[in-house]
T-cell receptor, first 118, second 111 residues
Framework: GAGVSQSPRYKVAKRGQDVALRCDPI?????LFWYQQALGQGPEFLTY????????KSGLPSDRFFAERPEGSVSTLKIQRTQQEDSAVYLC????????????????FGPGTRLTVL | AQSVTQLDSHVSVSEGTPVLLRCNYS??????LFWYVQHPNKGLQLLLK??????LVKGINGFEAEFKKSETSFHLTKPSAHMSDAAEYFC?????????FGKGTHLIIQP
């Protein structure tokens, strides 16, 4: 299908290991979002891209988290020196609209990557 | 800033009976409001959205929600529950400062 895809679907990392999570948004979608969903909780915003520009990274929990979208399509969320508290499902979403419109309009979500840090 | 509160963490209904999932919002301005559903191991799917065009919003799979400004509520309803409705439901507020998710309501359908 033409939905948002994420890989890997599951990732197990040893504490201290670096991980990279990939998101392929819907083709042509301007906005791309990353969310973190802890067990039993709703997703929480991490960061937002409009094309290749990272316009908001206020939700990134620490400087160990880094996201990029160099060509304005595929995005990678990287977590350095993983900690147990990083264990969560990481969701990617895309929206056709730019800037504030991305927050007022529908976002299409991928299935998520479940990260477990041992 | 805005916040979204889902009043029930779990709701259990019998198949064929009505569903009511409650959501209250707090916002200093007229928000966009959404309901998303999350089935196990699947991505979040939009059920419906409110963007001020109409207070009663109809969504997919027979769901609808009514925006009541006086009560700051946006409750989700369905006249008759189906087994396939069992899932996690999120009320979401959208604004200039991003999407704010409620903590979710787990809907259980009893046969």
């Amino acid at each position: 299908g033409a939905g948002v895809s994420q890989s890997p679907r599951y990732k197990v990392a040893k504490r201290g290991q670096d991980v990279a999570l990939r998101c392929d948004p819907i083709s042509g979608h301007v906005s791309l979002f990353w969310y973190q969903q802890a067990l039993g909780q709703g997703p929480e915003f991490l960061t937002y891209f409009q094309n290749e520009a990272q316009l908001d990274k206020s939700g990134l929990p620490s400087d160990r988290f880094f996201a990029e979208r160099p060509e304005g399509s595929v995005s990678t969320l990287k977590i350095q020196r993983t900690q147990q508290e990083d264990s969560a499902v990481y969701l990617c979403a895309s929206s056709l609209f730019a800037s504030g419109g991305g927050f007022y309009n529908e976002q299409f979500f991928g299935p998520g990557t479940r990260l477990t840090v041992l | 800033a805005q916040s979204v509160t889902q009043l029930d963490s779990h709701v259990s209904v019998s198949e064929g009976t009505p569903v009511l999932l409650r959501c209250n919002y707090s916002s200093s301005y007229s928000p966009s409001l959404f309901w998303y559903v999350q089935h196990p191991n699947k991505g979040l799917q939009l059920l419906l959205k409110y963007t001020s065009a109409a207070t009663l919003v109809k969504g997919i799979n027979g769901f609808e929600a009514e925006f009541k400004k006086s009560e700051t509520s946006f409750h989700l309803t369905k006249p008759s529950a189906h087994m396939s409705d069992a899932a996690e439901y999120f009320c979401v507020g959208g604004g200039a400062d991003g999407l704010t998710f409620g903590k979710g309501t787990h809907l259980i359908i009893q046969p």
